[in-house]
C-alpha cells in the first residue's frame, strides 16, 4: 500500500502540472493575430503557482479567523448553531473573496507591459495565472488522497477538467475586463477592474456553493444533486467565456484589416495586404508577399502597428509620445521592408 501511495504522490506531480501546461499551449496558440512573449506568459502562470498561492493562503488565514470570531460571538448570545454554516463560508465567501484577487493582481502589473494590447491578451494572461494556481492546487488536492487509488483518480479527473479550469475561466474574466479599458482611461479602469473581478467571484462562488449545499440541512438538498448539477452548469459558463475570447479574435481581425487599410490608402504598404494579413489562414501563405520580405517580420510589424494605432484611438488625445512615435517607427520598418524586395 506505502508503495501504491508513493507511486500515486509521483504521479501526481505529473498530472498536475502536464494538464495544465497543454491548456496553457492551447490558449496561446488560439491568440493567432499577435501572441503574447512566451516569457511574459509564463512569468504570469508562476505566479499564479507560486505567488497567488502565497497570497491565498495568507488571506484566508485572516478572513477565517474573523468568521470564527463572529460565529463564537452568535454562539455565545444566540441559540442557533454556527458551526454548519463555518464550513460553507469556507468555502463559498473565504475562498472566492481572497483567491480570485489574488490571482488577478498580478495582471495590474502585466497590462502596462508594451506588449499587452486588447481583450484577447488579457483573456491569455489571466488564464495563465488561473492555470497555474490550478495546477499548484491540484498538487495539493492530489497528494492528500494517495492513500485510495479509487478516490485519487475521481479526484485528478474532477479537478483537472473542472476546478482547475474554473480557476482559468474565473481569472480571464478579470483578464479580459482590465483588456477592454485599459486604454480608455484610469476611471474606466478600475470599474471594469472591479466588475470583472466580482464577476468571476461570482464564479467562483456558485462553483464552490453548489457542492457546498448538499452539506448544509435543506430540504431542496435532499431532492437534487447539487453535485452533478454544478458540472452540467459549468461547461455552459466556460462556452460563454471561450466564445466572447472568439468574438475579441473576430474584432482583432477586423481592427487588423481596417487599420492597415488606411495604410494601405496612404500608400505605405500594398492595396491587397491588409484582408490577407487580417487572415489567419492567408496570412501564412507566401505568395502575396514580394520576394526578399522577410514574412514573418513583415507580419509581426504590420499587425504591431495596427494595435499601436487601435490604441491611439482608443486613448485619444491621452496618448503618450511613446505611442505616436512608435507607430512612425512601425510604418517606417515596412517601408524599408518592401523597398529592399526584389
Known amino acids: ?50 505567488g497567488s498561492i502565497l497570497f491565498a493562503l495568507i488571506g484566508s488565514l485572516f ?44 495582471l495590474l502589473f502585466v497590462i502596462w507591459n508594451r506588449h499587452f494590447d486588447n481583450m484577447t491578451d488579457g483573456f491569455v494572461y489571466g488564464a495563465a495565472a488561473g492555470l497555474g494556481f490550478g495546477m499548484t492546487e491540484n498538487f495539493m488536492y492530489f497528494t492528500s488522497v494517495t492513500g485510495d487509488i479509487e ?68 430540504a431542496v438538498a435532499e431532492s437534487v444533486n447539487f453535485f452533478y448539477l454544478n458540472l452540467v452548469i459549468f461547461p455552459f459558463q466556460v462556452l460563454v467565456v471561450f466564445l466572447l475570447f472568439q468574438i475579441c479574435l473576430l474584432e482583432e481581425s477586423a481592427n487588423i484589416r481596417r487599420e492597415l487599410r488606411e495604410e494601405a490608402d496612404n500608400g505605405v504598404i500594398p492595396e491587397h495586404h491588409p484582408p490577407v494579413i487580417a487572415s489567419w489562414i492567408r496570412r501564412h501563405t507566401r505568395s502575396w508577399l514580394p520576394k526578399g520580405v522577410n514574412h514573418y517580420r513583415y507580419i509581426q510589424t504590420a499587425t504591431s502597428l495596427a494595435m499601436r494605432k487601435k490604441q491611439i484611438r482608443q486613448m485619444r488625445h491621452r496618448a503618450p509620445t511613446f505611442y505616436l512615435d512608435d507607430v512612425k517607427r512601425l510604418r517606417r520598418q515596412l517601408q524599408v521592408m518592401l523597398e529592399g524586395s526584389t
Open 1 to 50: 500500500m506505502a508503495i501504491v501511495s508513493l507511486f500515486l504522490t509521483a504521479l501526481s506531480t505529473l498530472c498536475a502540472s502536464l494538464p495544465m501546461l497543454v491548456f496553457l499551449a492551447a490558449i496561446w496558440w488560439m491568440d493567432r493575430y499577435d501572441r503574447e512573449p512566451i516569457w511574459l506568459v509564463a512569468l504570469t502562470f508562476l505566479w499564479g503557482a507560486i
Open 63 to 106: 478572513v477565517t479567523r474573523a468568521i470564527a470570531i463572529v460565529a463564537g460571538i452568535i454562539a455565545a448570545f444566540s441559540p442557533f448553531d454556527p458551526l454548519p454554516w463555518i464550513d460553507a463560508a469556507g468555502a463559498v465567501v473565504v475562498a472566492p473573496l481572497v483567491e480570485e484577487p489574488s490571482k488577478a493582481v498580478f
Open 151 to 218: 478516490a485519487w483518480g475521481f479526484t485528478v479527473i474532477i479537478r483537472t477538467f473542472y476546478s482547475a479550469v474554473m480557476h482559468a475561466t474565473c481569472t480571464s474574466i478579470v483578464g479580459a475586463a482590465l483588456g477592454f479599458a485599459r486604454f480608455r482611461g484610469l476611471p474606466l479602469l478600475i470599474v471594469c477592474g472591479g466588475t470583472g473581478l466580482a464577476m468571476a467571484m461570482g464564479v467562483h462562488a456558485l462553483w464552490n456553493g453548489l457542492l457546498t449545499l448538499a452539506d448544509i440541512d435543506f
